[in-house]
């Protein structure tokens, strides 16, 4: 599907070594990021480069976030493993699980004779990548939210208000099924990955658990909670706007996001980091926070974290973890941050990042760009919103993810598709922890 | 026969070592790698290793989703075989009865077969996507409720297309050869004797090419267990469900994405034991009943 960008790695990897060695230490960065994200990496690979004579950067392209993984355990496994590798969110429980394989980020700063400041980073996302006792394991590069967007043609000829996004599910329903009748649109509302905004992030932002054991973040042993009645009355609503194609699903990943460019729906909800896509599609377009359940007590409550951070691999020399160190402290300056922030959609790491942004008036101009921001950091989080972590996270999203087809495709109700995916996502993470 | 010897005591040795050496390395040491990994449980970054015997074994034969994919990987071997196979010999004898263009047709048919796996995948997916295919439109427009995303009939209707037309090429290639070694005296003397082209085709032609048709079941069955990967990844991903989850998309989706290692080597062991048993089961009991004229 996405051969370019490995041609565009493998010249990246040519060029890289047909640039002599002299005495730079070179630092091998493995990622996932493609089209406009892809760009970004080279570009601040490129800079840091630029910017000091001890180090090179080699950003290298491997494929999705879980063909990167699986590279980068294989590599390990050979002994060829990467300095620093980009790992998806569902991944973070798979690595932590690693100990003797990684060293956490907390000390390769700390043996570089840097001091790690967590007051200068934003607190939920850091908090994620940390252990337990609070060591942090792994540098947030990309961090996203899911939002709401909505196609405000769509929205006037359906007879909608234009500057009214939906704020709870029902009223995504109405809104849906207003769009649908007054055919406005083929379908009213798509969305991305049901699995980590329907349930990983609904459980987050309308504070209910989604697993025992805060969600696996207090220890491995968690049981899933996700067929408590608030999640069946919400699988039951899309599986009923599913009959009628009122609610369309697209895939398990960021498939849906075609059929929303297309003009085929009217509302979608999707990463902050899809931004990019639904810019360059030059629609006029309206941005809204992720809506919540109005049966929930105290939501909205906050989003959790989803995007990637970076992984140092262990066993490499002092060198290269200096280099990482620079590479890693190059990252949290805030012009880097704020550009990364402003051209991808992802969420800037650092609170003068942040701070910086706002001063220059950029959410004025780009009004909805600060709502990931505000989601996460709305509230402080609680046992249920500080985010999911299983030993077998990618598992149980596939689990999730085949009993929801098969709801959709009415074979089945949501209380029964969501008891079976807490007895089989039960079963999985038992077995998982037998190792 | 005669018997063709070398002078030579080392030299066929020598002659073979290179084909051995290839063996030894892509196939018997990394079986030898899956045998002693299928007998373990390791975490993904092989930090710690346990030998649990045949547990792993147990598990995958009680598991109701590999039963499933068993299943699965039946309906979608045998769907596309025998369309490939069908629609290859059909192609082959229309081909054969051409007089003018025969070799533009022949060029023509044999193309596809150079389309990788992987990119024929995407071309059928361009073509039935329910949002964006370009057939997925009119089969709307004339009422088909068209959604291979949620309707698990319907993925594996266009897996298996996919697969078949994948290997059409493959096989009117072989058929054609095979109708081109039937000598045309006994054709000809058959249609002398009154009998139709339907009747020559059934007690003629097809009996002939029973060795082709048989080579051609192994290769395809083979084909439809393993090299089919690519076109059921790029297409469905072994969903809705796990409607198209075949046992080859199983072993890749519990090692490589769900990371279970043992799990993923005690099916890919599996699978070589039935591969082998098909294979045996083919040339001793098939085998047989073909007529090599």
Redo the contacts between chains.
Sequence with gaps: ?TRGPILTAALLIGTAAAIPAEAKTDISWWHAMTGANAEVVTKIANDFNASQEDYEVVPVFKGTY?ETL?AG?AA??AKQAPDIMQVFDVGTG?MM??E??IKPVADVLDDAGMTFDKSQYLPGIVAYYSKPDGTMLSFPYNSSSPILYYNKDIFEKAGLDVNAPPKTWTEVWDMARKIKASGAAPCGYTSTWLTWIHLENFAAWNDVPYATNENGLAGSEAELEINAPIYVNHFQALADL?KDGTFK????TSEAK??FL?G?CGIFTESSGGLGDIVKSGMNYGIGQLPYDSDAEGAPQNTIPGGASLWVFGGKSDETYKGVAAFFDYLSQTDVQEYLHQTSGYLPVTMAAYEATKESGFYEKNPGRETPILQMMGKEPTANSKGVRLV?L??IR?IE???F??M??G?QTAQQALDNAVERGNAAIQ??L?? | MNRATFPHRLLPYLLVAPQLAISLVFFYWPAAQALRQSTQ????????T?FVGLANFR?VLSDPAWLNALRVTVVFSAWTAFLSMAIALLLATQAEKLIRGKDVYRTLLIWPYAVATAIAG?LWLFLFNP??GTLAWPLRQIGIRWDP????TQAMGLVIAAAAWKQISYNFLFFVAGLQAIPKSLLEAAAIDGAGGARRFWTITFPLLAPTTFFLLVVNTVYALFDTFGIIH?VT?G????ATETLVYKVY?DG?????LGSSAAQSVILMAIVIALTAIQFRYIERRVHYG
Excluded: C, T, W
């Design positions: 599907m879980p699986n355990i390990f496994r798979v699980a690693a003797g394989a599913a699903y697209g895939g398990r075609q059929i297309a085929e077998n990618p598992q596939d993810n085949e009993e087809e098969k959709l495709a074979q077995s998982a037998g190792q | 449980r390791e975490d993904p970054f092989g930090l710690a346990q598990a995407m949002s964006f995303l949620l309707n698990g790029a991903g969903g809705p469900g796990r989706n490589f994405v769900n990371l279970q």
